[in-house]
C-alpha cells in the first residue's frame, strides 16, 4: 500500500493586534488599589492622569514624575470636566467608607456626578471596583458598605458611557482593609472569642490578580458593559483564612471560639480596641462579613484570560502580602517601601495601620561639629569601643541573649576602625551603610520578632550636623507584642542616652575621639548615659 503522507500543518495563527494605548484617568490614586493601578498601566503603554485632592501625597510614588496630576474632587464638576478632558476611559476607586455616618449619600451624589461629567466629555469607557454581594438577599438588607457598593456600580452603569463594575470580596495585599485586620486579629490573638461571622464562605482574591484584570478593563470593546464578579481559586471561611495566615505566617495555631452574643457593633468595637484599624472603618468591613460573597459566574475570564498558572491561590496571595522570602525573613514596609517592585509591597502613601506592626523609637540630636566627625563616632560603635549608653545594660542584655542560646556581645566588631555590609559587630550585624550618611544594623539577638537600629548623619547650616537614631522592631505574635511593651519603659534611658552620648562626643571630644578611633582605643573613655 502506498504511504499517505500527513496533512500540512494549519499555518500559524496571526498574533493578536496590539492594544491601542488609552488616555486614562484614575481617581483614588493616593489609596490602596490606586497607587498600585498607575504602574501597571503605565507599563501597558497607557498615558495616566491622576486627580487627587492632595497631589503632595503622591510624590512619594515612584511613578509620580511620569503623570499627570490634577488637583480636584470627585464631588467638584469643575475639577471633574477638567480632569477628564481630552480622554478616553475614567477609572472610579473611590469610596467615603469610614468617613461618616453619611458616607452613602455622600457616594451616591459622588457617583452620579462622575458619571454625568464621564458622558458630557464623551468617554469610551469607565471601570469600578466594587463589592461582592451575596445571592438571593435584597439590596435592602446588605450591610451598608456592600449597599452603597452596588449602588454606586448600578449608577455608573446607567451613566450611557460603557462601564465595567468589577465585585470582589476580600483583596489580599498588604494594605487592603480588609486584609490588614486578618493580619493583626491573627497575630495579636493567639486565642480569639468570635461571633458566628468568622464561619461565613468568602472567596477572596489576590490583589496581583484584581490589578491585571482592572488594568485589562481599559481595552475592552465599548459594547461590554455590565458588572463581573471576580475571585481566586479558593472558596473558604475567614476562620480558615486566620488559620491560614497564622501557618504562613509561622504563629502557634489559633484557637478560635465562635460565640452568638457578638453582635457587629460589639465586634467592631472589640477590633477597635485590638488592631490599629480606625473604628469608622473597622464596623462596616465588620457588618459586611456577615454576607456570604462567593461569585456566581466567572465571565471576566472569556474577555480577559487568566495566565497560564491560574489565579492566585490563598496560601501564595498571603505569603506574598507577608513578602516572606525563601530563608523566611519578613521585610518590612519601613526597609522596603522606598522602591516596591510588586504589587503585594508596601507603599509610602499606604497608611500607617497597614503592612504589619512596625514599632520604632526615634531620637534627634542637633551636633556642633560637621558631618564626617559625627560619622566617625558612629562607625566606631560597637565591640571594645562601646554603645556610649549604660555598659551595665548592654552587658545585661548580652548576658541574658547567651542565657538564651544566642550570641551575646562576645562576637565584638572585626575591625576597629571600619565596618563593612555583612560584618558581625556584637548581636548586630550591618545590613546597610552609606559611608558618611547611614548605617542600619539588624538584630541578631534572640528575640519575638526582628529588630534593626539605624543611625544617620545629615549635614546642618553653619558647619553643624544632625544625628537621627531609630530603633525599630517587628513583632511575631502576641509575644513580639508583650515585649516591646515591657521593654519600652527602658528604652528612654538607653537609647536617649546613647544619641546623647554620641552628639556629645563628637561636639566636645570629637578631634581627640577621632584619635582614638584611628589607633582603636575609642573605648578608653567612652562617655556613658
Known amino acids: 500500500m502506498p504511504a499517505f503522507a500527513p496533512p500540512p500543518a494549519p499555518p500559524p495563527a496571526p498574533p493578536p493586534p496590539a492594544a491601542v494605548p488609552r488616555r486614562i484617568l484614575v481617581t483614588g490614586a493616593s489609596g490602596y488599589l490606586g497607587g ?35 488637583r480636584g474632587d470627585v464631588t467638584d464638576p469643575a475639577s471633574l470636566r477638567r480632569a477628564m478632558d481630552g480622554l478616553d476611559t475614567a477609572y ?14 455622600t457616594d451616591r451624589r459622588a457617583a452620579r456626578l462622575f458619571g454625568t461629567a464621564a458622558r458630557e466629555a464623551g468617554l469610551g469607557r469607565l471601570v469600578y471596583l466594587g463589592g461582592l454581594t451575596p445571592a438571593g438577599v435584597p ?7 456592600l449597599r452603597s457598593r452596588a449602588e454606586v456600580g448600578r449608577i455608573l452603569l446607567d451613566s450611557g458611557v460603557p462601564t465595567v463594575v468589577l465585585r470582589a470580596a476580600v483583596v489580599i495585599g498588604s494594605g487592603s482593609a480588609s486584609f490588614e485586620m486578618l493580619r493583626h486579629l491573627t497575630e495579636r490573638l493567639p486565642v480569639m472569642v468570635t461571633p458566628r461571622w468568622v464561619r461565613t464562605r468568602v472567596q477572596p482574591i489576590a490583589v496581583r490578580d484584581v490589578l491585571r484584570i482592572l488594568a485589562g478593563c481599559a481595552t475592552l470593546p465599548p459594547e461590554v458593559s455590565r458588572s463581573f464578579d471576580i475571585g481566586g481559586p479558593d472558596i473558604l471561611t475567614y476562620q ?16 478560635i471560639v465562635p460565640v452568638a452574643v457578638l453582635s457587629p457593633r460589639l465586634s467592631s468595637l472589640w477590633i477597635g480596641l485590638i488592631t490599629p484599624l480606625p473604628g469608622p472603618l473597622a464596623r462596616p468591613l465588620v457588618e459586611s462579613l456577615r454576607h456570604e460573597v462567593v461569585c456566581r459566574e466567572n465571565d471576566i475570564a472569556r474577555l480577559l484570560p ?8 490563598v496560601q501564595t496571595a498571603l505569603r506574598l502580602a507577608l513578602k516572606r522570602i ?23 502613601t499606604d497608611p500607617g495601620w497597614a503592612g504589619g506592626s512596625l514599632y520604632s523609637d526615634v531620637r534627634e540630636r542637633a551636633v556642633d561639629a560637621p558631618p564626617e566627625t559625627v560619622w566617625r563616632i558612629v562607625e566606631s560603635i560597637g565591640g571594645e569601643n562601646g554603645w556610649y ?9 548580652g548576658w541574658l541573649d547567651r542565657l538564651s542560646g544566642g550570641v551575646g556581645l562576645r562576637r565584638g566588631r572585626r575591625d576597629a576602625v571600619r565596618l563593612r555590609v555583612g560584618d558581625s559587630l556584637d548581636f548586630w550585624r550591618v545590613e546597610e551603610q552609606e559611608p558618611g550618611k547611614l548605617l542600619r544594623l539588624r538584630a541578631e539577638m534572640r528575640l519575638p520578632g526582628l529588630a534593626w537600629l539605624e543611625m544617620a ?9 544632625r544625628y537621627r537614631q531609630r530603633a525599630l522592631f517587628h513583632p511575631h505574635g502576641l509575644g513580639g507584642h508583650l515585649y516591646w511593651w515591657a521593654v519600652s519603659p527602658w528604652h528612654h534611658l538607653v537609647f536617649n542616652g546613647m544619641a546623647r552620648n554620641i552628639a556629645a562626643a563628637a561636639a566636645g571630644d570629637g578631634p581627640r575621639a577621632a584619635a582614638r578611633i584611628g589607633t582603636g582605643r575609642a573605648g578608653d573613655d567612652t562617655p556613658t548615659g
Open 326 to 348: 525563601g530563608d523566611g525573613e519578613v521585610t518590612t514596609r519601613w526597609s522596603s517601601a522606598a522602591t516596591p517592585g510588586a504589587p503585594s509591597d508596601p507603599l509610602p
Open 240 to 255: 480558615e483564612m486566620m488559620r491560614r495566615y497564622a501557618t504562613v505566617a509561622g504563629l502557634p495555631p489559633r484557637l
Open 306 to 313: 487568566d495566565p497560564p498558572q491560574g489565579r492566585t491561590g
Open 92 to 105: 472610579y476607586l473611590v469610596h467615603s467608607l469610614g468617613t461618616g455616618p453619611d458616607f452613602e449619600e
Open 389 to 397: 549608653s549604660l555598659p551595665a545594660a548592654w552587658a545585661a542584655r
Open 36 to 70: 498600585r493601578l498607575v504602574p501597571e498601566l503605565l507599563a501597558a503603554g497607557h498615558t495616566v492622569r491622576c486627580l487627587a485632592r492632595t497631589p503632595a501625597k503622591l510624590r512619594d510614588h515612584p511613578w509620580a514624575g511620569r503623570v499627570e496630576v490634577v
Open 139 to 145: 439590596e435592602r438588607e446588605l450591610s451598608p458598605h
Open 457 to 465: 548623619v545629615e549635614p546642618a547650616e553653619h558647619g553643624r550636623s
